[in-house]
């Protein structure tokens, strides 16, 4: 392996990637960006980064923000839970380091929502500690290099390329890491054929030489989504529409969402539903309008809506119990919606007669 260093460092001397964390690789930029990039696009991520650090400069300012706010910062990137892990974590580095990120390794990884991956990746880009940060690419890049047929999800696997990139790791850990990053995304790609073309490594790749890349990294073959079906009800009253919380466990703990039940309800089986809200159908439901449908995938779900506006004419308790009643600027500006329910907040937004509060 360790003659692929130089011509990986060569490579990347010329054909870095130009990103905004890249510019200022400081403990706090590098963690961010790593951690918004996980299953996030990098094109994506960039106008996050930069909003984020707009309102929370520093990692004080991370600790300490109101979590309504912090949701709305992450809404649209969706898995929530590395946000919160992030305040959590920042909150240690306030309390436990006195605000000062820590250097080594194995105290990052004790972070909450600090795995190997980028634990490595932070000391070894902010601190240019000789560590690795093994990510998909990284085993993409390794499995080909090798031809190594071993299941990607094998601990065997992960201590292998671990153990031979810390043996070949240059003076600039960082550099390295980040050119492995950069090769991945950019030449030896995930879907479709490689660009090895244009690959600094061609000589030293096996597969490359057996015209076999496509046949690595060799992952188990993956269980099918579980398909939930749900009705959503945009629930109108006075011009507001009321939004709940959902559980504290579980698929989007704890985040804001319009009201459902499960299944697809007719337009009959709403009405029955809306009694189950406290809402009496004879008479106080003006009117229902069928938006229609929207998917929404997750890892392991993927969830087959079906929406409904309705509008209330008058409301009971019971209602007013289940959640807030928001105007829709604060469902824009306020409240954390997660993306799931982007097709109907579209809708909503899109309607002129609904007249958005400046
Ligand atoms: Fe990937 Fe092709 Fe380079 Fe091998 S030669 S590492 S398969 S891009």
Known sequence: MKEIVKPLLAWYQ???????????????????????LQQTRVEAVKEYYRRFLEHLPTVQDLAEVEEEELLKLWQGLG????VRNLQKAAQIICTQYGGIFPTEYHAWLALPGIGEYTAG??????????????DGNVYR???????????ITKTELKKRVRQELLEIMPEDPGGFNQA????????????????????????????????????YPVKPSGKPRRIEKRTVFLLEYQGRYLLQKRPDRGLLAGLWEFPGQEGHLTLEQVMDGLQDLGVSADGHTSDITLIG??????????????????????ISDKLRDHGVFCTLS???????IPSAFAVYLKYLFSDPEKNIEK
């Open 180 to 215: 492995l990053m950069d090769l991945g995304a950019m030449v030896c790609l995930p879907n479709g054929t490689p660009l090895c073309d244009q690959c600094p490594l061609q000589t030293y790749c096996k597969a490359h030489q057996a015209g076999t890349e496509l046949s």
């Open 79 to 82: 898995y929530y839970n590395r």
């Open 330 to 336: 604060e469902l824009r500006d306020t409240y954390s």
């Open 141 to 151: 890049i390794y499995t080909r290099l090798r031809t190594d047929g071993t299941d």
């Open 293 to 314: 449908k929207a998917k929404h995938i997750f890892s392991h779900v993927e969830w087959h809506m079906l929406g409904y506006e309705i509008h209330l004419s008058a």
């Open 121 to 134: 990746a932070v000391v070894s880009i902010a601190f240019g500690k000789k560590e690795p940060a093994v």
């Open 14 to 36: 010329e054909n870095a990637r130009v990103l905004p964390w890249r510019q200022e690789p400081s403990p706090y930029h590098v963690w961010l960006s790593e951690i918004m």
